[in-house]
């Protein structure tokens, strides 16, 4: 969990230097770096109710 919370911030860092920049390269890198941490995080992990 606490790899997911870096990938995230790592990602939204590199969002805000993108649009800040106007290097959308970098706003796309962080948007899919943050994808990634969210795939990443507990939410991911559900239990089946049956």
């Known amino acids: 969990m606490r790899i997911a919370r870096i990938v995230v911030v790592i990602g939204a ?5 993108g649009v800040f920049s106007g ?3 970098f706003l796309f ?4 770096v943050v994808g990634l941490g969210a ?6 992990i559900r239990k ?3």
Do not use: K, N, Q
Request: proline fraction near 5%; glycine fraction near 24%; charge should be positive.
């Open 39 to 44: 795939g990443l995080g507990p939410a991911r």
């Open 23 to 25: 290097r959308y390269g």
């Open 48 to 50: 089946r109710r049956e």
């Open 29 to 32: 890198a962080g948007i899919i």
């Open 13 to 17: 860092v590199l969002g805000v230097f």
